[in-house]
């Protein structure tokens, strides 16, 4: 079933989460991500962050609650359908979770290849994209060897190369240098200007004031604080025509 | 923005989200690892299973020869012996004996259906029984052996003559030679037929037996590979990977180690089967010697390790799909 907005990219409604028979780790969390806007997620560590992020990937499916992604119930969203789905999302994980053996160019390529896009016309722009991030005399290396910072550069140039509908990263700038982090986030909003919706969860309130439209979702033991309203019923400005 | 903040990069310039070219010469670029069977390196989910699959393809030709084998001789056998029927004329006095047997190979000679009478030559009878009583039997007959009549009769298309047919010879000679006894050829090797019957459906029993027991190894591996890559099966999956990409990667991995297996194991059993049918030409051993195997039969053999690979391919698709789904 479709949605009937189409600028609206994920609903969340009343959803709570918990993992086995634990207390929830998220409680009543409803907000919708429209096209195009910028979104911080903060919030103290084991507010449920990262839990936020794995629903928002399609990692989790929740214990309760309405989850629409694309305008489409992604709760109960087949199995086979769900490959597509994640090919319009970008990911940057927190432990950047690169496939080990490849290198940093073929962990780049890897959501080109695995949508099937044509090698030629991969090469040029993992290339390009690795040096602008920096890495461009270590294509070659495997994740292993390189440093902290450098395979959070090659998880980033991987979640942003498929140029997702939208971009989900965990602390994307934990391990780099404050000029590489303010690098990184022009990326992300360059990205956010063509139309990817950007949700970045972090503890960098410095961060915050880098981007001056984003709109703060604030997660506190597991409940989104919006005593406005304005992250599930967003004013009309923020709404693309 | 910051005067310091690298500028933004240019998405449009590519076809393909990226930052813009730099003005330096581009990188080398590293040769890609091509293909979804890079996400998973070939070494790391082989193991010991081109080994495994080697054995059971040796196991399994050598089986199969040996079946094939055995049926070739039953079959040449049966083709020797259908419609044969020996008559011997039991008779002590030597006089008589002839008397009865030119008369017996008379009245065959005019029956219908009969399509040759030979009365055995007295050497070749000799020669027969001198194993047992050794050379230079005695001339005057002191030990009486039989008259022979080898007799043909039109069987048809190979099969056993009906024992009304033995019945109703036996019944006419009986008038010209009271000695004989009528026994159909095929009869002798009933017990040898029953036996090589078995030694095949033993076979046949050992092919299927080896070939669940590939699929068993084939599936253990699979799941065991699946369990260590867990995590880049994860990562494929979360960026938009299906089950059959990912099945495609193992049963691609499972197919070449299959056929390197299936290889090396067929050239193992051919060598196996050639100096085993060298020693058994050795034995120039009548039945045995038609055991050898046609080209045809190497043929089939042949088939065994393709139907290997593709038996290993398909058990590795179907449980690694089968695995997904509960991931």
């Known amino acids: 079933m479709n949605s009937e907005n189409p600028g609206e990219i994920a609903r969340f409604d009343n959803v709570g989460l918990r993992y086995g028979t634990d207390r929830e780790v998220l409680t009543d969390v409803s907000f919708t991500l429209y096209k195009g806007s910028f979104y911080f997620l903060t919030g103290a560590s084991g507010a449920g962050k990262s839990?936020?992020?794995?629903?928002?990937?399609?990692?989790?499916?929740?214990?309760?609650?309405?989850?629409?992604?694309?305008?489409?119930?992604?709760?109960?969203?087949?199995?086979?359908?769900?490959?597509?789905?994640?090919?319009?999302?970008?990911?940057?994980?927190?432990?950047?979770?690169?496939?080990?053996?490849?290198s940093a160019f073929?962990?780049?390529?890897?959501?080109?290849?695995?949508?099937?896009?044509?090698?030629?016309?991969?090469?040029?722009?993992?290339?390009?994209?690795?040096?602008?991030?920096?890495?461009?005399?270590?294509?070659?290396?495997?994740?292993?060897t390189l440093s902290g910072g450098e395979q959070q550069r090659v998880a980033i140039a991987r979640a942003v190369i498929g140029r997702p509908d939208l971009l989900v990263a965990d602390e994307p700038t934990g391990n780099v240098d404050p000029e590489m982090a303010v690098k990184l986030l022009r990326l992300f909003e360059a990205l956010n200007r063509l139309g990817t919706t950007v949700v970045v969860a972090t503890h960098d309130v410095h961060l915050l004031r880098k981007v001056p439209d984003s709109l703060i979702m604030r997660l506190d033991k597991g409940r989104l604080s919006d005593p406005t309203g304005a992250l599930r019923y967003p004013p009309r400005r923020q709404v693309p025509a | 923005m910051n005067a310091d903040t690298p500028p933004a990069p240019d998405w449009d310039e590519l076809p393909h989200p990226a930052a813009p070219v730099p003005q330096a010469p581009p990188p080398p670029v590293p040769p890609p690892a091509r293909g979804d069977g890079?996400?998973?390196?070939?070494?790391?989910?082989?193991?010991?299973?081109?080994?495994?699959?080697?054995?059971?393809?040796?196991?399994?030709?050598?089986?199969?020869?040996?079946?094939?084998?055995?049926?070739?001789?039953?079959?040449?056998?049966?083709?020797?012996?259908?419609?044969?029927?020996?008559v011997q004329i039991v008779e002590a006095r030597p006089e008589l004996r002839d008397r009865q047997a030119d008369a017996a190979a008379r009245l065959l000679r005019g029956e219908s259906g009969v399509v040759s009478v030979r009365a055995v030559p007295q050497a070749e009878i000799d020669a027969l029984i001198s194993p047992w009583l050794g050379e230079g039997r005695d001339e005057a007959g002191a030990i009486p052996v039989p008259?022979?009549?080898?007799?043909?009769?039109?069987?048809?298309?190979?099969?056993?003559?009906?024992?009304?047919?033995?019945?109703?010879?036996?019944?006419?000679?009986?008038?010209?030679?009271?000695?004989?006894?009528?026994?159909?050829?095929?009869?002798?090797?009933?017990?040898?037929?029953g036996a090589i019957a078995s030694l095949q459906w033993l076979a046949v029993a050992l092919v299927l037996l080896l070939a669940a027991a590939m699929s068993a190894a084939v599936l253990l591996a699979a799941r065991s590979a699946l369990g260590s890559h867990r995590e880049t099966i994860e990562i494929v999956h979360l960026?938009?990977?299906?089950?059959?990409?990912?099945?495609?990667?193992?049963?691609?991995?499972?197919?070449?180690?299959?056929?390197?297996?299936g290889g090396a194991g067929f050239a193992l059993a051919v060598a196996v089967i050639l100096l085993l049918g060298s020693r058994f030409a050795e034995l120039s051993a009548g039945l045995v010697d038609n055991g050898a195997l046609l080209w045809t039969d190497w043929l089939l053999l042949v088939l065994v390790p393709v139907a290997a690979v593709a038996l290993a391919t398909v058990t590795a698709r179907l449980s690694v799909l089968s695995s997904l789904r509960n991931l």
Do not use: C
């Open chain 2, 38 to 86: 890079a996400l998973v390196p070939q070494a790391s989910l082989s193991g010991p299973m081109p080994w495994v699959i080697a054995i059971m393809v040796a196991m399994t030709v050598i089986a199969a020869a040996a079946g094939i084998a055995l049926s070739n001789v039953a079959g040449s056998a049966r083709a020797e012996l259908s419609g044969g029927v020996t």
């Open chain 2, 239 to 261: 960026l938009g990977g299906t089950d059959i990409q990912i099945a495609r990667i193992f049963q691609r991995a499972t197919a070449i180690d299959a056929a390197v297996g």
């Open chain 2, 147 to 193: 008259a022979l009549l080898d007799v043909r009769l039109d069987s048809g298309d190979g099969a056993a003559i009906p024992p009304a047919r033995l019945a109703e010879l036996r019944q006419r000679l009986r008038a010209v030679a009271p000695a004989a006894r009528v026994d159909a050829q095929t009869g002798w090797l009933k017990p040898v037929f």
């Open chain 1, 51 to 102: 839990s936020l992020l794995r629903l928002l990937y399609l990692a989790q499916r929740p214990s309760r609650g309405v989850i629409r992604m694309f305008g489409t119930d992604a709760i109960t969203l087949p199995r086979e359908r769900l490959p597509g789905f994640r090919r319009r999302l970008g990911v940057v994980f927190q432990d950047f979770r690169l496939v080990p053996h490849l």
């Open chain 1, 106 to 144: 073929d962990n780049v390529a890897l959501p080109l290849r695995v949508a099937g896009v044509p090698e030629d016309d991969v090469t040029r722009p993992v290339a390009d994209m690795l040096e602008w991030v920096g890495l461009g005399d270590r294509m070659a290396a495997r994740p292993a």
